[in-house]
């Protein structure tokens, strides 16, 4: 089954439900300002790294183009179950809902 978009609403739920978080921007862009709980896996470095992202993993990025890259890209590989966050951190961020600020840990 391809990847799905989702929007915002849907990224709630799949947060709590448990759904993994990788955002794909890269390092600069993830500090400036993430959704709580995503995990940064630039898009740049994803080669090679595939096996850090789960089955189920929602992908976000800006706008939704990297992540939608990203799961493409995945799916290939056989990863199943992933998501695209249509309208990415952009959105998030105009519906104003919570961002993180800094690397992660």
């Known amino acids: 089954m391809p990847y799905q978009d989702i929007f ?3 990224l709630e739920q799949k ?3 448990g759904a993994a978080l990788v955002d794909v921007r890269e390092r600069e862009e993830y500090a ?4 709580p709980g ?3 896996l630039p898009l740049s470095e994803l080669r ?6 789960p089955d189920g993993a ?3 990025c800006a706008s939704g183009n990297r992540s939608s ?3 493409s890209y995945l799916e290939s590989l056989g ?3 992933l998501s695209n966050l249509s309208g990415g951190t952009i959105t998030w961020m105009r519906e104003g809902r919570e961002l993180n600020q800094g690397e992660q840990p």
């Open 8 to 10: 915002t609403t849907e």
């Open 15 to 17: 947060r709590r439900e």
């Open 32 to 35: 400036q300002g993430h959704i």
């Open 38 to 40: 995503a995990v940064n």
């Open 48 to 53: 090679g790294r595939e096996d850090e992202v």
């Open 58 to 60: 929602v992908l976000i």
């Open 69 to 71: 890259q990203a799961a």
């Open 79 to 81: 990863k199943r179950g």
